[in-house]
């Protein structure tokens, strides 16, 4: 267990979640002994292993990333090869085959990443608004603030009092059926609460394909 944080806190039941540069952290309610946890870790230990490798692999990857032509993007699901073009504007045109960043500065790692981070940004506004007001509408329920923005370890969080929505802004990354998810999760959330069997049974009702979802979506990262 020398690897992993322990951490225990007012909880109902043992959760293990992997940070994207791979530690592993594992909650657990105040009263769970030892032996008790030892022995969750040595039935996952296959599952941490696996996951911690694909973790640390990719967050290498990200490290080195220096957005070069010919690099894959990805986009909504999709992978797309990325082309740098020498033009004087700062702008990013996606085209349904590539991803094409026109800058002065194509030596610029840092400052071509911005720049698809702002593009990013920019087209995870309009296709979250979309589907929030597609699940608002079963909800029923006020939001206040929705919020988007890097989450080292979520992808996405409620604040029930306040009616605040944090969302992902990697989720633009995966696919819309993956999004949408993600988005109903956290807006069924101003209804219940917890991850309580009313919460799951609500999920079932109006997402009956939640579990698949959820399996797609990724399973490193905790909602």
Request: hydrophobic share 35%; charged share 30%.
């Amino acid at each position: 267990m020398e690897n992993i944080i322990i951490i225990r806190k007012k909880i109902k039941n043992i959760n293990i979640r992997i940070k994207p540069e791979g530690q592993v952290i594992l909650t657990a309610p105040f009263l769970t002994t030892d032996e008790e946890i030892k022995n969750i870790i040595s039935k996952k230990q296959k599952w941490i292993e696996k996951h911690t490798s694909f973790f640390k692999e990719n967050y290498k990857k990200e490290l080195k990333m220096e957005y070069l032509n010919g690099d894959k993007i990805q986009y909504l699901g999709n992978f797309y090869t990325l082309e740098i073009i020498h033009e004087d504007r700062d702008t990013v045109i996606f085209n349904e085959e590539k991803i094409t960043i026109y800058t002065l500065k194509i030596n610029d790692s840092k400052h071509k990443e911005k720049l698809l981070k702002d593009w990013y940004l920019k087209e995870a506004s309009n296709k979250f608004s979309i589907i929030i007001q597609k699940y608002k509408k079963i909800v029923n329920r006020p939001i206040h603030k929705i919020s988007i923005k890097n989450m080292k370890s979520r992808w996405g969080s409620c604040n029930y009092i306040k009616n605040y929505i944090n969302l992902n802004l990697k989720l633009i990354e995966k696919s819309e059926y993956c999004i949408e998810y993600v988005i109903f999760h956290e807006l069924a959330h101003l209804i219940h609460p917890n991850h309580s069997k009313n919460f799951y049974n609500y999920l079932q009702i109006y997402m009956p394909d939640h579990k698949l979802r959820r399996r797609l979506l990724n399973g490193n990262f905790k909602l």
